[in-house]
């Protein structure tokens, strides 16, 4: 059982204790997001604006749980002004990154969201990487940004087979749905690689 000793519902971060360990799990919670932490650490971020201890026992099965348990306090508790704005900050720091910033965010589509098959987040950041300053202003970033779009593409398309095999249409099959949706996600990013 996983019991969530901590949980700053604004951001969806937690502390956790994973057996007889604690850790800090915070997004897009992976294993490279939830570092083991000290005693000293929980009474650290107790003493932090948003963080709070558990008022009851909240225990968990497995991982899994808690994670979809802390995204559904964290959407109860944003409101869609805050979503919205944090939203348009995120855009606006992709569009003005570095280019070792946004080689990095592309080692992490790479490394996470594609092996997890996580398509839409993987299109959503591309395409606005692909129109960011250093895409446009250094030409082998906007390659590498070109060629992830592309792979992503391909990718999913193959996901996509491999899910209708086993469906009768397109229509009566909503993965297939999404994921038509995500390629029209792709087809704008690569309308945006086309020369002006």
């Not at 604004?10 to 932490?37: F, H, T």
């Not at 650290?44 to 808690?66: H, K, N, W, Y």
């Not at 995204?71 to 944003?78: E, P, Q, S, Y």
Request: proline letters at 7%.
């Amino acid at each position: 059982m996983i019991k969530i000793i901590a949980i700053s519902p604004g951001d969806g971060w937690a502390v956790v204790q994973m057996e007889k360990n604690l850790r800090l799990l915070r997004p897009p919670y992976s294993d490279d997001c939830c570092p083991l932490i000290q005693d000293a650490d929980v009474i650290r971020l107790l003493s932090e604006p948003g963080f709070d201890a558990a008022t009851e026992e909240i225990a968990m099965p497995d991982l899994p749980s808690v994670t979809a348990y802390l995204k559904n306090i964290t959407v109860k508790t944003a409101s869609e002004e805050q979503l919205a704005q944090a939203g348009k900050a995120g855009r606006q720091l992709l569009m003005s990154a570095p280019p070792d910033r946004i080689r990095h965010s592309l080692e992490r589509i790479k490394n996470e969201l594609l092996p997890d098959k996580q398509f839409g987040p993987a299109l959503n950041v591309l395409v606005i990487l692909i129109q960011s300053d250093a895409a446009n202003s250094d030409a082998q970033l906007r390659r590498e940004i070109s060629e992830l779009l592309e792979f992503c593409n391909t990718r999913m398309q193959q996901v996509v087979k491999e899910k209708t095999k086993s469906q009768f249409s397109c229509l009566e099959n909503p993965i297939t749905a999404s994921y038509e949706k995500m390629a029209a996600r792709i087809a704008y990013g690569l309308q945006v690689l086309q020369p002006i």
